[in-house]
């Protein structure tokens, strides 16, 4: 038996995993989640040998458009930093 607990994307922003990652990529069958959140998950970690992925997932929703919405959002914190 192994301890471990499970945490959101968003939980670990900012956090690094040096024990490793145990990463699920996949689409959630409900609802949508942007490429961003992906990147999150993967940049939790210092290296490769750090990260396991659980299961097979789609390479393309790494590459989708982030929506209107995030881009909004990533202009007014440009904006904000230039201040």
Sequence with gaps: MTLAFAITDYK?????????????????LTGSTEAATLYVQLS???????????????????RQPL??????????EAQTMKR
């Design 44 to 62: 939790r970690v210092q290296c490769l040998q750090q990260l396991s992925i659980m299961r097979s997932f789609d390479p393309d929703e790494l």
């Design 12 to 28: 670990c922003q900012g956090d690094t995993y040096g024990d490793g990652l145990l990463s699920g990529l996949r689409k959630p």
């Design 67 to 76: 929506s209107a919405e995030v881009l909004k959002e990533l202009e007014w």
